[in-house]
């Protein structure tokens, strides 16, 4: 069960990096499509840290919502899935539990994931010049 068990850590953490490079990805191309936008927020007075943080809060709250439906759809998944594979394999039903001990590890690692993945792209619109950003097209 230990192999197992460090699989499924493995694939989980692959399957968590995955998400993240997809969410910089995301944040990536909404920072550039919305370039003009944050230059006209920096043009009437706004600071590089208000923009960072909106931005990084735009991706905080994508890892939030993300969290929010995977763990939603986590438990019945997880049921119907161990039932299926324990009526196949071993012809009998298995007790099922669900630990939210995993639910708040994976909270937190949805948020820290998202956090680093919005940080790069909230960088480079906080350092972009308001005059490229007006000009940009």
Known sequence: ??????????????????????????MSLNVLERRREMGVLRAIGASSRVVWLIVVSEGLFIGLMSFVIASALAAPISRGLGDFIASVMLNSELSFSFDLNGLAVWFLASLTLSGLASFIPAWNASRSPVRDALGFE
């Open 1 to 26: 069960m230990l192999m197992i068990y460090i699989f499924l850590i493995v694939m989980s953490v692959i399957i968590g990096g995955v998400g993240g490079l997809g969410l910089m990805t995301t």
